[in-house]
């Protein structure tokens, strides 16, 4: 079992940044690799980008690459996901994953590859 608490999303204009944060307790957080995806009102729930378990790789949507970066504290059993340059279309909430599986090339955005989630944190860019 790994519980996933998020935290510091909020309203922002567009332009400027967040730093979103994923605290994991429970199963070992060091043997979990770690997502984020977003939902909107009325979509689906995207995937944003994700981290394997040591740090050494990163996974990104097109749509945020070159301003979204993931990272991860093994020692404080955290996620982070720094946004930068927000736009409008980045509203949503942000859900941050868990799963104890090998994230590979074609399953590392699929929500399903995911067990663990936290309970969302609402941010909100206007424009």
């Known amino acids: 079992q790994v519980l996933l608490a998020e935290s510091g999303g909020g309203l922002v204009q567009a332009g400027g940044s967040l730093r979103l944060s994923c605290a994991a307790s429970?199963?070992?957080?060091?043997?979990?690799?770690m997502a984020w995806f977003r939902q909107a009102p009325g979509k689906e729930r995207d995937f944003v980008t994700a981290?394997?378990?040591?740090?050494?790789?990163?996974y990104y949507a097109d749509s945020v690459k070159g301003r979204f970066t993931i990272s991860r504290d093994n020692a404080k059993n955290t996620v982070y996901l720094q946004m930068n340059n927000l736009k409008p279309e980045d509203t949503a909430v942000y859900y941050c994953a868990a799963t104890g599986s090998i994230l590979s090339s074609i399953s590392y955005n699929s929500r399903y590859t995911y067990t663990y989630w936290g309970q969302g944190t609402q941010v909100t860019v206007s424009s």
């Open positions: 429970g199963r070992a957080f060091s043997m979990s690799d």
């Open positions: 981290i394997t378990r040591n740090g050494g790789n990163t």
